[in-house]
T-cell receptor
Framework: GAVVSQHPSWVICKSGTSVKIECRSL??????MFWYRQFPKQSLMLMAT?????????EQGVEKDKFLINHASLTLSTLTVTSAHPEDSSFYIC????????????FGPGTRLTVL | GQNIDQPTEMTATEGAIVQINCTYQ??????LFWYQQHAGEAPTFLSY??LDGLEEKGRFSSFLSRSKGYSYLLLKELQMKDSASYLC??????????WGAGTKLIIKP
């Protein structure tokens, strides 16, 4: 099956710093990439959807100036959490889809962010 | 609004069978996914149903009834490694995945 990687797997940072998370599709071209956030014992919450070469579409309540998404190529999308605060501590998961909208999303392994 | 309901938690015994139900009310329907998620890990794909009926894949089967807005995931011959959360997700008319809150399955020896 298709493989999606994320880097880093976990990160601890100080409040006020920015953190960049990379999501890569290793063996397919990801037309669309999705960024999710998951708090403990809760379901996945979609943050934004990005198509290669265009601006990301953010879900309601997600600050686009705080969570910067760049989908510069068909194999790479990045999420930058700017001026992170303790409430941003969460599990961030990306997924990627090739081609049609009904195709399966392949998930990356996730990035656990802890902001001190 | 869009809504997906599944039980919060279920407990079953190793070697037994368990059925996890999912009901949905969404704006349009383009298929239903089941994912497995172990604690601290990302979800992994289990099944996709877009037509009514039962899809069998090894120990796991998934059923869909579009008229009832209902699906279930059936796990047979339960193993301890099946302890995980099981997420139901529906692809709506905009091809956006709407996620359920997940069912935590606890397997006891």
């Amino acid at each position: 099956g298709a493989v999606v990687s994320q880097h880093p797997s976990w990160v601890i940072c100080k409040s006020g710093t920015s953190v960049k998370i990379e999501c890569r599709s290793l063996d397919f071209q990801a037309t669309t990439m999705f960024w999710y956030r998951q708090f403990p014992k809760q379901s996945l919450m979609l943050m934004a959807t990005s198509n290669e070469g265009s601006k990301a579409t953010y879900e309601q309540g997600v600050e686009k100036d705080k969570f910067l998404i760049n989908h510069a190529s068909l194999t790479l999308s990045t999420l930058t959490v700017t001026s992170a605060h303790p409430e941003d501590s969460s599990f961030y998961i990306c997924s990627a889809r090739e081609g049609e909208s009904y195709n399966e999303q392949f998930f990356g392994p996730g990035t656990r962010l802890t902001v001190l | 609004g869009q809504n997906i309901d599944q039980p919060t938690e279920m407990t079953a015994t190793e070697g037994a069978i368990v059925q996890i139900n999912c009901t949905y009310q969404t704006s349009g329907f383009n298929g239903l996914f089941w994912y497995q998620q172990h604690a601290g890990e990302a979800p992994t794909f289990l099944s996709y149903n877009v037509l009514d009926g039962l899809e069998e894949k090894g120990r796991f089967s998934s059923f869909l009834s579009r008229s009832k807005g209902y699906s279930y995931l059936l796990l047979k011959e339960l193993q301890m490694k099946d302890s995980a959360s099981y997420l139901c997700a529906v692809l709506d008319s905009n091809y956006q995945l709407i996620w359920g809150a997940g069912t935590k399955l606890i397997i006891k020896p």
